[in-house]
């Protein structure tokens, strides 16, 4: 069920932008479930920031990689569990 639209149809010259800057980095190739590049379009979009509360294996360390890359801040840093490294 939608409640809302959320800012990709308000903004939809913004979230074409982006969409493409995720094929041109490659983000799609390994952000590739649909759900997970809406929700990386929609977060970029809200200026005072988020949470992403997706289920666990959902891909929320790759989120934080792609909202890195796709976003063009100069440092990143991303915390995750020992074992989560290799597949990193």
């Not at 913004?14 to 799609?28: C, S, V």
């Not at 590739?32 to 891909?59: I, R």
Request: aromatic content about 6%.
């Amino acid at each position: 069920e939608t409640v809302h639209e959320g800012l990709v149809r308000r903004y939809p010259d913004q979230a074409a932008t982006l969409r493409a800057r995720i094929k041109a980095l490659g983000i799609d190739r390994w952000l590739d479930w649909e759900f997970q590049q809406d929700d990386l379009v929609e977060l970029l979009l809200k200026p005072n920031g988020a949470v992403v509360a997706w289920e666990q294996g959902c891909g929320k360390s790759r989120l934080a990689v792609a909202l890195i890359l796709l976003s063009g801040v100069k440092h990143g840093l991303i915390v995750v569990e020992s074992r989560l490294v290799d597949e990193m």
